[in-house]
């Protein structure tokens, strides 16, 4: 019997506009209202990866794993970045517009104006960039010095591949730091780095630990790269169709097409036949 529900967001059960609507909302509250919990699981902050409506309902499994909330937004665990290490990529990469995560804001040490021009504008990702300057900017803290950076419990650093620049000493760098580091892109285009070990997958066990809940009481839907992990270690794993074909691998059953509401509706129907 499944009682953990946890999803991805982005391409698994938001809809096309990377956002919540009233079907995904009454869905998670049928499932809380059932007596089943319900985590998201994302690669986004703490405060880009809910809805007001579910916000007290729902536990958050933030940056990747890197942050794990309860309903009242206390923090379960917190993984955060190795402070040598982060000062390392604060001295070895200033020319990398990177977004520095911790559990309340995104910093950068760039000014708005270069940041926007090298971080956001530089892309032909007309979508990206519309959804980017409506959930990710109005929470940029902008043109911070590396040791403010330092002193804000990092827990994540996003970088999202422009036609501009060079990446190669950047990839170096964490091959070279692979026990310190790890890099899980949700997709092509962008780097989503943590602290080594950290993942949505351990993140989930973690979770499911603390309720006392049992690996195969858990089903977990994902369709992208940050996804695999997580996908991998529970046997009741799905994934939409338009997911990435290395997710797809793991996935015990593969959904309709996520724009359909495929997540939600596989969630409420297999409540149905538990009863």
Known sequence: MIRLFASDLDGTLLNEKHQFDDVIVEGIQKIV???????????????????????????????????????????????????????????????????????????????????????????????????????FLPRIQFGKSKEEILNASICKINLRINDVDDYSRLDAFLKAH??????????KGLYEITAAGVNKGSALMKLASFLNIEPNEVAVYGDGGNDIAMLSLFDNAYVPENGMPQAKKEAKEILADSKDHSVIDHMLQTIKEQK
């Not at 940056?63 to 206390?74: Q, V």
């Not at 692979?178 to 997709?187: E, H, I, Q, R, Y």
């Open 33 to 135: 209202n059932s007596g089943h919990v319900f985590s998201i699981a994302t690669g986004r902050g703490k405060s880009q990866c809910s809805d007001p409506r579910i916000d007290s309902l729902v536990y958050k499994v933030c940056m990747n794993g890197a942050l794990i909330l309860d309903p009242k937004n206390r923090a379960v665990a917190k993984e955060k970045i190795d402070r040598s290490i982060l000062a390392q990529i604060l001295d070895e990469f200033e020319e990398y517009p990177f977004d520095f995560v911790n559990e309340d804001h995104i910093l950068t040490r760039y000014p708005k104006k270069e940041f926007l021009e090298r971080r956001v504008f530089s892309t032909s990702d007309e979508e990206w960039k519309e959804r980017y300057m409506r959930d």
């Open 178 to 187: 692979a026990d310190w580091l790890v890099n899980a892109p949700s997709g």
